[in-house]
């Protein structure tokens, strides 16, 4: 069955058919597709379309349909285009011509932009939940593992020392982006289409604020033309989803490194490692390649959708029948790395004497420079001058540490006996006490702010029903 | 010069020097570098680092170099590896050895990031001028263009009629969403890196608070590892860019359609249109062309961003520096293109009567169906019966209006002789009245929210003084 | 079952199996994974590893899996990680430890990559016999379309007269690109990785010459390390497929402009068009607007694959895994859209008046400047000259053909009375005889050629049996 | 200047001329504009449009306009919208009339898509010297390296023992992939776009196969409606482009792996490597982060021009003038990127002690499970017997070479005193002697074919004379 065959004096080719049919895909919009037509149902009545006694029946229908589809009893039918042509094809079996009533001044085009929004919105908060979970993952680790300290790095190179926790929780931030990112898109997305017909509005008097409210919508769409055609929502999710991605591959990448032999630093539990077909000794992070190599994935998604976007003419046109599935193929792939990376982290193994032998004395160079400047050197001066110290170190194969005070001193006259209190790693940074450094008494401020952000989801779970 | 050159023993080969400096595009960056720099040496003497005088003349040195560098008198020299070198440098032979105190306890990594994002904070309320500009060119139209109806499409087929000023308008909401997603820019944007030194965090006593403040952000940032790391900004920033492309491209397809012969809606004003090296005769909308075709410069900008960004191993990798050329392409791009389009809107001719010719009775079958609705024949039926009447229109090579009251009857009984009224095209649009739709009440209700919307910036200009 | 249990000793974490398993895509390979297990067994015996009897065995036993795969009966086991552990799961359940023997000396990492560029070796035919039936429909078109003249565009202005044959063999040759870059693909794809093992090459003395020859392969793989983890193919494959997918939107964006109410040049068939759940005058070239959509997704596709490969550490990484999807997801939409476009293009009705009407003496500005330059006019001059006779013609609201020799003769006195001849649409098509020009002499011509290069498979279809 | 006033009333708006003009990016075609205007004249000469005298002359003024150009003293003028006006109206100055006599039956259309063509085709060659000195230092290194074994890592674990050079070489193939990549877009773009005028073919007679062959082109294109539509030689070369950078990027990941202390088996020298202005002992892999960087960039490049071409619908279309920027972006990268590079491989030092160090015996587990397959123990088991001599062995943690036999033979009968042998590293990568395996005899013969290659151009350096 098609809603539009009117007109048309032969069907469909079978494979222009396939090609057009999105039942495949758009059947996870069943329930948004219910709940937006018994409110449509609503606004019928309201507006003097159909009676009480008809919404109700129709009411009970939809609640019929809705039932049959969570339960995976309906019926399907080869001839059903979509999920629309699919809901309102059941209803006229139990119904009768009553439900010919239901599409009454909407369009397939307001229609579907609703029940995807719908389904957005009613998602969002599991995704906020996977998110803050992985946040929470990361915060057990910061407070298990306080009291150890790992090499910093940048460029990949050592840097300077920081405490374990304090860089846990670089992992966090970048999260708590992603759930602002995610509470705007909900205001984005809570603007309903509904009302606006094909593109030019119904010609029914649908009280459009009563509609939104009545589906937990904040407003009614402004112009009819432009909401059809509006697909903004869904790049900005998966613009949302592309960001958080990068931001597991950059956690899976610092896994996957510290699992290393060469780091040492961490190793994964067996529940969350996989073997070789080959190799019997290996022990292989494949989560968390998968998390990182999925990150492409998501950029990927969000690209081809922008292109599509890219210059079409009319309000409405087919091509945004193509924003459904990479929504969805972004959705399902957060939905299945989230909970498996922060299973890992808070099962995974430190050997924190292995990250404390990463802290030579070199690590401290900026700290020597430091000193040199509390004793009055210009910072760029010191700088310099302890370059020159790092490399008569190397030259000599010793450590900074290990470098005599007369060495020092003939490098620079600044340098006295308490030079070497400077290599201490624990020392580095606890003068590093600044809002958001690494010094304990910082983190555990930080820690605090993580732990209140824990607790404040920014996406109400309740959209739905309000 | 470069800042580092203490332990290298020997120079940066020369091609390794062009491929990693970046003074050639982070220069766009010397008035924020020398803003930034001011509040540093002040945040340097609250925390006891360099004294009030010494923070005076490097106040006066900074000054000297903004001015400079605004005048266009400032002389880079070939070893000037970034903008912060050529400025480090040339407050060193402004100040002398004192200059060697600014770099105390920062790092080029939260230097960098801090610039880049008061850079953003200083242009995005431009960028919001020129949106605005924009929209204030739509409602221009809408208003000047009062009283016109044009056939509104959906898959580029004409579907029903619409006010012109309503299809305006329709490209003026997204430039609204464009605006509010930079509003929520702003806000990620505003938040303080520096006082991170290179990721551990500075070991001086800053009130990174009161630096926040000073320099016009709400707060510093919480991880001084994730800090340095932290691109978000610029990656939300392109997909910002990028969509309001694709707003643009949309806008631009709608004008280059209609500025078609077989359209005839609109004519390009000359100021705005180009001609042909060889076809005389040609009158070439190459700007919104171009318009269109950057839409996909700007996708590409930002999915190759969102590739650099992805699986970096550290907090500061030196692929970071890739995040300035597409920053500053997305920024010029949108600020050459929006100010043309404005101008061509407003300059632009429209043929009124030609969208009149294409008010077909055929685009009011929705209207005939809803006057069946309206004669109790419920939609879905009512809707496979006007469907046999375009039929049998089209066979009969006459349109809808000159069929016969027994050829409608013939078809179904509840026609009667008011089924005429149906085609004027005024009362199909006047039917539209509820909120978003077309009628004349719903879009003089439309624009004055529009107008609302055009006074109250969501950017505040004064960012940078706060 | 795992093919790498053996140190683990907890299994693993059930969602970090769902991300992990592969199955759900990979299944797709069984052929494949069959038909190189065979080739691998054949190479063993060889080897001396297994006597011939045991390599009979094994043969059979993978014919039987393959079989089953095939019906449709093979009975997938929750535990199967993979294609490849799931042939080998059900081998052993047939021949019992013999089965054990055939994964000696390879690898999961050699093994897939053989399997997958098996299967696009296999499949890549029938991709060239879709594009093939597109053209064949192209051809069609304008052999049966001969005679009949449209206006050709630039910058969706009418610029010149062009046969509507021409027009449509410009759709033809992007397709034979396509097919020159997917037979340049085979030589790439037909590289054998088998006898890499995971990385170091197998320690097996296989004639890997000879395997590559038994599976159709051109030679073996010259760097083992480099074999596991090259996919140039599967990004090569995704580049070609997103460029036929341009190729095809190009077509598509044609046909849904020309098939508008304001062209008129085409109607879409019944069976390839689709109407309005609202507005039942509504026939909608769905089915190319879907071609044009999933250009956009293609491209995603591509820039997803290239994000997942970059800066990939290892030689085998997990996030290689990302690769199948893209491809079978390209492969698939190819296979859905090409015979959709040639049905709908050999069964489309053209409008020659339409066109015909379209061809206003505006068009033949060129030859008028070219009739100017035969008189002896340098050419820019006569540019310029015929721009004042546009403008002048518009201002009198006359078309060029309307002038009187006299306003001609006004502006330039080169012109004589034979400058009406001009305004013959079929004389400036004729004069186009150039080689790829557009006078029917020389589109018979290109005709001739575009018929040679159908009969020409580029990519031969027994890749497999070779 | 523009070479289409005549029509127009008004000139062009300041911004929009901003918008529309090429001419800060097209002056790179000077020379190929030039050079296809010769060519051009000589045609025109031929098919009776221009005498010899008057070919001469122009011929003669262009040489001086290229001259000019090439010296840098040519004299932009502010109205040059693009290079071809630019060199059209110089050529006016210095000709006088007889200038505009060059456009005749040509178009800016078939002129700058020959001109890019002939610019890619110039300059391709250049591009194949710098990837083939690439991979010259490659093949350097293999050489020196010789004799130094390292783990060879699959998911970043240590895997299997190869030798350096082979591990050299696997970054050699891919560079010569790339090659035959841009060998077949050669071919692809070697199709000569002139003479086919606007888009419906020159009225002139012109030879284009002896225009092609005067221009180094294979043939004159097909179809001139796509001829002047045809930018897949752009995408080709930008998809080329994106996948040289991947494999640089994977590259540059495992150099800057080896740079890490925690792996140590690479050290940059000075020349290559830079500094910190904040941590003095900071020696950071920079370049090579960059090359990891604008693998990112190129494939945003690529992406951006495939969004750019989706859906166009004419032949030519102002939107195809985004095509230059990313075609030479993308040249400018790699032809920074590459050089660097392999001046970084050929002057870094290894650390073959650290790289021994690192095969521990577990690398050879797989060798064990050979070892028990050569006594006859089916692969499947004897890997799960090895994964339980791992497990003993990390238990008691002890290496698999400090088991007593005892324990060896308690997990499996099969072990005897043999098996001590297996932990050789030498014995086992000589084992791997398959084509393509890591064996010195191996990697000897695939040395010679690398060598081969080098000596081989895929691309003749002398395109633009032939």
Known sequence: MTLWGGRFQSSLDPQAWALNASLSFDRRLGQQDVRASQAWANALQAAGVIDAQENERIHAGLQQVGHELQQGTFAFQPGDEDIHTAVERR????????????????????????????????HLPELESALIDLQSALVMRAEADHGTLLPGYTHLQRAQPVLLSHWWLSFFWPLQRDRERLANLVKLTAVLPLGSGALA????????????????????SPNSIDAVADRDFVAEFLFCAALTGIHLSKLAEAVILFSTTEFGYIELPDQYATGSSLMPQKKNPDVFELARGKAGSLIGLLSGLLATLKGLPSSYDKDLQEDKLPLFQAFDTLGVVLPVLAGALRTLRIYPERMQAGLEAGLMATDLADYLVAKGVPFREAHTVVGKVVVWAAQQARSLAELELAEYQALHPSFTADVYRVFDPWASVARREVTGGTAPAAVATQLELAKTALQNRLISTGEQES
């Open 91 to 122: 209803l006229g079996e139990i119904l009768g011509p009553l439900a010919g009533k239901l599409h009454t001044g909407r369009s397939r085009n307001d229609q579907v932009a609703t029940d995807l929004r719908l389904w957005l919105l009613d």
């Open 201 to 220: 509005g119904t010609p029914y008097p649908i009280d459009r604020f009563a509609l939104a409210k009545n589906l937990g919508f904040d407003r009614p």
